[in-house]
């Protein structure tokens, strides 16, 4: 089964703090994508990883990629409080250009 | 910039009425995709199409059916839309090697 697997599923923190959200998924893919989709809106994609060991940054946000162990990772350095908003994970489902998409994680930064 | 619109960002229908669900994307995407968004289920796929006149069932195909006439067009359509299909609907669109692009989202309820 295809199946993408991410935690927390909610993310309280304060602003200044560090903190990893976590995306395991479950068969081999190419390409893991991270989005980000605010309140009300659509997704934005944020980062696309596409082989083993790739790291990626975008100001507070660092994501990676771990193929071998089917992990890919989002951390946060230094919270603030425009990055509330719902994060997700998504793989490659087989030879289409289908998605598989985790649960999100809503994160809350507190000032 | 890539371009993905959608028909209406609210939609308000009753139980029964058949109810048409467009996108439009202006980048000459092969992939067009429509998915459902309920909270604590993340997206989810309903129907995608990888050339015009093609589709393919997604995850939850059930109550729904698709039709993609011209490249960029890819509409969804409720036969009989019932209280459970009230959801965030999201169309994305892609070619084989870029990641996907996310319409605005239509927000329909079904009293």
């Known amino acids: 089964e295809l199946k993408v697997e991410q935690n927390p599923l909610f993310l309280s923190m304060q602003e200044g703090k560090n903190y990893t959200i976590y995306c395991n998924y479950s068969?081999?893919?190419?390409?893991l994508y991270w989005y980000r989709q605010d309140p009300g809106k659509s997704l934005e994609s944020l980062f696309v990883?596409?082989?083993?060991?790739a790291v990626k940054q975008e100001g507070r946000l660092m994501a990676s990629l771990d193929t071998k162990a089917r992990l890919s990772t989002l951390h946060i350095t230094a919270a603030v409080h425009d990055l509330s908003a719902t994060y997700f994970c998504?793989?490659?489902?087989?030879?289409?250009?289908?998605?598989?998409f985790g649960t999100g994680t809503l994160l809350a930064v507190q000032p | 910039d890539v371009k993905v619109t959608q028909s209406s960002r609210y939609l308000v229908k009753r139980t029964g009425e058949k109810v048409f669900l467009e996108c439009v994307q202006d980048?000459?995407?092969?992939?067009m995709f429509w998915y459902r968004q309920d909270p604590g289920l993340g997206l989810r796929l309903i129907y995608f199409s990888y050339d015009v006149k093609m589709k393919e069932k997604g995850d939850i195909p059930e109550g729904y059916s698709v039709s993609r006439e011209k490249k960029e067009r890819f509409s969804l359509i409720l036969e009989s839309a019932s209280t459970n299909q009230t959801s965030m609907y999201l169309c994305a669109s892609s070619s084989v090697v870029t990641k996907q692009y996310f319409g605005p989202g239509t927000r329909l309820t079904v009293t």
């Open positions: 980048m000459d995407h092969e992939n």
């Open positions: 998504a793989f490659h489902g087989g030879a289409t250009n289908k998605l598989i």
């Open positions: 068969t081999t893919s190419d390409r």
């Open positions: 990883l596409l082989s083993n060991g």
